[in-house]
């Protein structure tokens, strides 16, 4: 399976060097002796070896480059998974092992090599390949993805002079990306002195005019990015161009390329140039802080990226720079190399675009999110009582909200019109609830998964696994109470709005069409009630990205000051009134956005559905016990005899579970990923999580007694403060 080489080993006892006649199939093939000549292993080598020094043509001397470099990785197999296998074993480089024992024990054949390699250095440019590939692109998001994805279906266009599309046929996958990031030092230094041609003065090696030209080029393209509009009005002192770090480092990475192409000595400068790049990375760090206050963009998001990518790049290139024995250059150029491999499968990634170009945007938005969930848990009994009261008051309102909903479904509208009379129906009632501090259960997953995750990141150490824990018991009979006071009072509210109702009309709210209709679409067995359970769940997480991206959209175009600055609203209203609104539009947007994408989203996933004919729905567990209420006391006992009500309870239960728990889970699984949590901590927190619901399952569903309470609060929900600029 895994194709080892037989009997790989070379006998140099004798010392003997075969003689520099024949040609390089033969030298190979006398070099292993007659007896082990005849290896299929060894005669696939002769053969690349003797295709890679004949070929004529750049075209010619790629392909059977690449042919040669994938023999290395697994012999005469085709297949790439006994690369797979072999990253598991001591013996994957046994073919790299092979190769330089003949490119060492015969020298013509070396010399020969060192010829054909020297040609592709020659005919190519590597300039692109060390100052373009795997940064990010001046297209823009979503032109890059586009052009990413059409090259997924339609290959780029092949160029041979352009040594980075070699690297990107050479390494395509990440099996073979880990495979050159593990090779070893002693090998790697091996492979550099068996195939990198000797520089003479009438052959110089290209590469060393590339190497500086793509440093010149990465200097550059970090001044122009830290000088452009966009960020250097986010900096510290926007007018002051000739102070700006990102100018200087222009010049001081001149000095140093120009110094080690010459071949002087860069020891003094290198410091200086390595303060240099540390004031730039300064400067990053406080322009990412201002953007906590002011505001992020795609274009802003590009612009940082770009920065740190070529710093990082630059880095490695100055440690190659700097080097002052072989030994110390050869583990900085495999450094250097490693940095250009992962770069070269990353350029043609549309998920690693994807992430790395919109980390720092959901991040904010993660941010935004979390100051919101601090208000939906409880730290005490008071604040629990609290969260009772404001989740009984959003279950009183949700029980009209309910009715209206009937009554819209009573009146057989189109599917869109009644998708938007849901949905304005929905989002009026969201928003009474913020304007009244009401509670919904289901919109704090989102919110408190966020917080969650912030306070992840910010408490230091493993300690903060304990602290997470405790803060999740608080989540969970915080959302707990909240769901089950919305249940209740909803069930009751309703009941005893259609007795109301009844006395004034005559009739229930529903007829028996209706309610009939209503135990039919909430019963788990008889319906897609689990699936469009879990589907409210993600709706209800998405709601809050959207409320949390209308906020930094607001922020970052200054749609308070703006508002507080109005000049026709300040010679109407006056000044004072106007930075009132403004100061009430900050503190209130993000709310807006997700209370009405909240309803909308709900209201239209129906028509939506029906539109692309997919039966989607929604269940939402506050509005359809409102509903079972109004069903339940519209119809005769013997509804309830049939088992219809028992179903119906059922599924609001699974409801009740999917809501909170695919929201919830969706958001945190987000919020982790947007501060790059690692997986190990994430596991051992389950861990104790389960330790700690063994040892108090009440833990999890009432709040501690008033002398068990931490005095003052735990210090998990005090959210540590960045420096503000």
Known sequence: MTDQPEDVSVDFSQGNVPPAVGTVRDQVLAFFGPSRGDNATRQALAEALQNFVDASTLGDRLDTWLRLIHWTRVGTSPSLRVLQVRMRWREAYLYWELLLDVLEGVPDVRQRVQDAVWLILQETDAVNLLGEAGLPSERGLLVEVANRTLHKVLPAVRNDRDLTHLFQRQYRSTVEVKWFAQLPARLFCRILAALTPPSTPDRPNPLGRAFTDGFRLLAIRVQAQGLSDKLRARSRRPAAIMESPFYRLASVSEQLAGRWQSGEEVDSLEPVWAEAVAKCQNEIRWIRRRLEVAGVSLDIVYGLEVLTHCLKRMETMAEVMASRDEASSAKSIQAFLIALVEASLQESSVGHLLKTNTRLLHRKIVDRSGVTGEHYIAQDRREYRQIWAAAAGGGVLTSFTAAIKMSIFT?????????????????????????????????????????????????????????????????????????????????????LLDACWRAVTGSPILDLHTAEHVYETLSPVNSGTVIFAALTGATLWLSSLVGGWIENWAVYHNVPQSLAEHSWGVRVFGRERMALWGDRFSRNIAGWGTNVSLGMMLGMTPAVGMFFGFPLDVRHVTLSSGMLALASASLQAEWYRDGWFLHATAGVAVMFVLNLGVSFLLSLYTALRAYDFPRRDVVELLGRLLREFVRDPLGFILPPKESEAPAGGSAITEKVVEEQP
Do not use: C, W
């Open 411 to 495: 009146l057989g509208l189109a599917p869109f019109l009644a998708g938007l009379g849901y949905g304005v129906n929905y989002a009026v009632s969201f928003l009474l609830m913020q304007t009244f501090h009401l509670i919904l259960a289901t919109k704090q997953p989102a919110m408190t998964a966020a917080t969650l995750a912030t306070i992840m990141r910010e408490q230091p150490g493993t300690a903060r696994l304990d602290e997470v824990v405790a803060f999740i018991k608080r989540i969970s009979y915080s959302q707990i109470a909240a769901a089950v006071s919305n249940v209740l009072v909803v069930s009751a509210s309703a009941y």
